[in-house]
């Protein structure tokens, strides 16, 4: 299985803010990692596929990066709505998606 | 576009069945793959299975001795069923499609709370 870190668990940050998530695999999945976005009692949002593509109609001030084992997601200035749980997933292993622990944007 | 709605009963005892459908509206189910991801109280995304139009599936290897998922094409429909629930399975359950076999899942439907509890 391919393992899925993200650090911190938990950020607090205020509006206006420039935040940074990242993400570890326990092995290279080349570019195949996408960002999710989940508020309470909805379903999670795509954000962001292939480490760096931008999901039609989402912010500019979201942004991916990254390629092999390390990746982050990157809030260019924090919105009262960015406030949510971020989770990032591995597509390259096909046999079995995985999916980072989240982490939890918090108000500060 | 491609909106997903999920049904089924949010009770079930243990040791029954757990069966969840996902109706797809505004494209034809041949056009994505098709997952079941669940989500236990305050924890994170747990990937269950995913179907092709064509019933070709692959299923998560902790829960495959348990998990049926199977597609209606005529119904432009597709199903989860998870035997032998205990506790464990009680969780929010969303099906969600991805365009391709390592695409992401870019449209989810609204979730499902299935609690197993006697």
């Known amino acids: 299985d391919i393992q899925m870190t993200q650090s911190p668990s938990s950020l607090p940050a205020s509006v206006g803010d420039r935040v940074t998530i990242t993400c570890r695999a326990s092995q290279s999945i080349y570019k195949y990692l996408n960002w999710y976005q989940q508020k309470p009692g909805k379903a999670p949002k795509l954000l962001i596929y292939?480490?760096?593509t931008l999901q039609s109609g989402v912010p500019s001030r979201f942004s991916g990066s990254g390629s092999g084992t390390d990746f982050t997601l990157t809030i260019s200035s924090l919105q009262p709505e960015d406030f949510a749980t971020y989770y990032c997933?591995?597509?390259?292993?096909?046999?079995?998606?995985?999916f980072g622990q989240g982490t939890k944007l918090e108000i500060k | 576009q491609v909106q997903l709605q999920q049904s089924g009963p949010g009770l079930v005892k243990p040791s029954e069945t757990l069966s969840l459908t996902c109706t797809v509206s505004g494209d034809s189910i041949s056009s994505y793959y098709w997952s079941w991801i669940r989500q236990p109280p305050e924890k994170g995304l747990e990937w269950i299975g995913y179907?092709?139009?064509?019933?070709?599936?692959n299923y998560n290897p902790s829960l495959n001795s348990r998990l049926t998922i199977s597609v209606d094409t005529s119904k432009n429909q597709f199903s989860l069923k998870l035997t032998s629930v205990t506790a464990a399975d009680t969780a929010v359950y969303y099906c969600?499609?991805?365009?391709?076999?390592?695409?992401?899942?870019?449209?989810w439907g609204q979730g499902t709370m299935v609690t197993v509890s006697p």
């Open positions: 292939s480490a760096s």
């Open positions: 997933q591995q597509s390259y292993s096909t046999l079995l998606y995985t």
């Open positions: 969600a499609g991805h365009p391709f076999i390592a695409g992401p899942f870019d449209i």
């Open positions: 179907i092709y139009y064509t019933g070709n599936t």
